[in-house]
């Protein structure tokens, strides 16, 4: 499989071949495949061998590593799938494209459609909220740390505190995924559960704040390991006793609401 790479600024643009070895990007002049761009870090991303694939993985960069239009931690990818390195938002970055071997890409080609946005996913701590995209086809994996797209103790603030409130979610705890009209929560072996809680759960207190609490007990249910459910719009799930909540919201609302 060969990675081929289209910048969007000026007329530069190159080809990766992938092989045995890790290939390291960005500006640093010791990375594999050096890329000058201003949106990109200096160690910005790193692709590991996996067996018959790659893994993309992001390197803590600055503006990110987007694949199809999602930020990602780390990605198995897959022949047409788009990379996005930089500033997304603002298309000022590096744009990449998974092709078999010697198929080419247009270096002055338009990126393809980004995959529409069907979800947001709510994720509510004591004192902050922030909203994500769920788009058609895409896969949301939410863990403990820097192994999933939200990692739960980046969510609570990365502190000492926050590590230890997430001690109860599995790095790969569970998976949000969705379709045209759908969206599915997948517990991934979790030891300490994911729980969907009842259509209550939605309210906060008499005072109008959230309870920092977790969603167990109180008629919540524990799915069974491995279990995936159907989500309707407002569903309100958890990760173990970890003080957030996470509620499924419709697309419209998203956008209205979110910062």
């Given amino acids: 499989m060969i990675l081929e790479i289209s910048y969007q600024w000026g007329k530069a643009h190159g080809t990766i071949a992938l092989e045995a070895a890790d290939v390291t990007i960005g500006r640093d002049p010791g990375s594999s495949v050096e890329i000058n761009h201003p949106c990109v870090s200096r160690h910005h991303a790193v692709l590991q061998r996996q067996a018959e694939s790659w ?61 529409q946005v069907v979800y947001y996913l709510e994720c509510r701590t004591s004192d902050a909220v922030s909203w994500y995209p769920l788009r058609t086809g895409e896969v949301l994996l939410i863990g403990r740390d820097g192994a999933a797209n939200l990692a739960a103790t980046s969510l609570l603030g990365g502190s000492t505190g926050a590590v230890e409130a997430c001690a109860t979610v599995a790095p790969r705890h569970a998976m949000v995924r969705c379709d045209e009209s759908s969206a599915f929560l997948t517990d991934l072996l979790a030891p300490e559960g994911t729980f969907l809680a009842p259509p209550s759960a939605d309210a906060d207190d008499a005072s109008g704040h959230f309870r920092a609490r977790a969603l167990h007990g109180g008629g919540s249910r524990r799915l069974g390991p491995g ?12 990760l173990g006793r970890a003080p957030l909540r996470f509620t499924l919201r419709a697309a419209e609302a998203g956008a209205q609401t979110r910062p």
């Fill in 55 to 115: 893994l993309l993985v992001d390197q803590s960069s600055r503006n990110g590593t987007w694949v199809n239009g999602l930020r990602i931690a780390y990605a198995l990818l897959n022949i047409g799938d788009e990379i996005f390195l930089g500033d997304f938002a603002r298309g000022s970055g590096v744009r990449m494209v998974v092709g078999e071997e010697g198929a080419g890409v247009d270096a002055d080609s338009e990126p393809g459609p980004v995959r």
């Fill in 227 to 238: 279990e995936s459910v159907a989500l309707s719009l407002d569903s309100v799930f958890s």
